[in-house]
């Protein structure tokens, strides 16, 4: 007798950009939170290949970053068999419904976003098509998983409103077709920024390799950069207006050590910020020293990971073949 399921779990898309390796922002601000949901939802997350060329990448270089990432992602604790962990260009259905998406997109609306003008500003040589369209291609991601929610650090919340705008404009046009997602922001780790500029986030694309904590840098590095981190004037590690750089600093402790502001400011008053920055440099280097040595043992193993991308790939495939298929029903194509 066929089982019906009335209690299926939530559904969880999302994805990182191979451009370098991870720094901090990225692991705290989203996959922290990957691990996390794994056990309560049905987890499907992507290295997203296919969104890093909107800037240009040396073909080496990238393909290196793919396999590191995806090994990244085990190393964290992801279960490939649990969760759907995949390299985005494995499942070509990504790029199809990001065509037909972008045809229920309005130009308008793709030249309000923020990031498309951030980055033609920094790439003012290579303004592609590829990086307008870019929010349609996060879309169709999501929407092909029919996602519940989206783990994202703040930067990405306007790309993810527009993901919602399409699938309720599909929806209305169409009948039910898609999911419409929620964000899932983690309020203190959202928005990560740079240890030498405080006002500005934390970027893979940033030059200055001070301003980033990569997730493989070395105890040595970690606390290096730390100790150079822009602070201010004053004396005092408390959390409040106008000390952007402590704050920072007080959100990337909080997270590795799952201490509150509170006791955070406990702990070091009357302390410099000399002291604190070591702790701070000392905590991070401890948090991502599991993730670190159990990456080295997977790196070395490239048919272990080439085994996991072909697992992750037919989960992909698998999972959305019927979405698509009745996304090209409702727009009118035949379906053979
Ligand atoms: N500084 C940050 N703080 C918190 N979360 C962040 N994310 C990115 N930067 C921060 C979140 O990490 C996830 C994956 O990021 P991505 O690689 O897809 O996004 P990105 O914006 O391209 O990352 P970068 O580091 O800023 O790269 P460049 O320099 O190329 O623009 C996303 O959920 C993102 O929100």
Request: overall charge positive; aromatic content about 8%.
């Amino acid at each position: 007798m066929k089982q019906i399921n009335n209690n299926p779990k939530k559904k969880i898309f999302s994805g990182i950009q191979p451009t370098n390796t991870p720094h901090i922002g990225n692991y705290l601000g989203a996959m922290k939170n990957w691990l996390k949901l794994q056990d309560e939802y049905e987890c499907t997350y992507s290295i997203v290949d296919l969104h890093s060329i909107t800037v240009r990448q040396d073909p080496a270089k990238l393909r290196k970053q793919i396999m590191e990432s995806f090994a990244l992602l085990i190393a964290m604790g992801l279960d490939p068999e649990k969760s759907t962990v995949f390299v985005q260009g494995h499942n070509p259905r990504h790029a199809e419904l990001s065509w037909i998406l972008s045809c229920y997109t309005q130009f308008g609306e793709l030249s309000r976003m923020t990031q498309f003008k951030d980055k033609s500003k920094k790439n003012s040589d290579n303004i592609n098509a590829g990086l307008f369209t870019y929010p349609v291609l996060m879309a169709a991601d999501i929407l092909l998983y029919q996602a519940d929610l989206v783990p994202v650090g703040i930067d990405q919340k306007q790309h993810l409103e527009l993901a919602r705008n399409i699938a309720v404009r599909f929806n209305n046009a169409y009948g039910e077709t898609f999911t419409v997602p929620e964000p899932y922001i983690s309020k203190s780790t959202a928005k990560i920024m740079s240890l030498q500029d405080p006002f500005a986030k934390m970027s893979k694309s940033d030059e200055n390799p001070n301003s980033s904590v990569s997730v493989l840098d070395d105890r040595d590095t970690i606390i290096r950069k730390f100790k150079r981190a822009v602070t201010d004037s004053d004396k005092e590690i408390c959390y409040k207006e106008g000390k952007d750089g402590i704050n920072n600093l007080i959100s990337i402790y909080s997270a590795a050590t799952d201490k509150s502001i509170e006791q955070i400011e406990k702990e070091f008053d009357g302390k410099g910020y000399g002291d604190f920055k070591i702790a701070v440099g000392e905590a991070v280097s401890d948090m991502l020293k599991p993730m670190q040595e159990r990456f080295k043992e997977i790196i070395k193993d490239k048919k272990y990971i080439n085994d996991l991308m072909i697992l992750g790939a037919e989960k992909a495939q698998r999972a959305t073949f019927k979405t698509l298929k009745k996304v090209h029903k409702r727009v009118g194509f035949v379906v053979l």
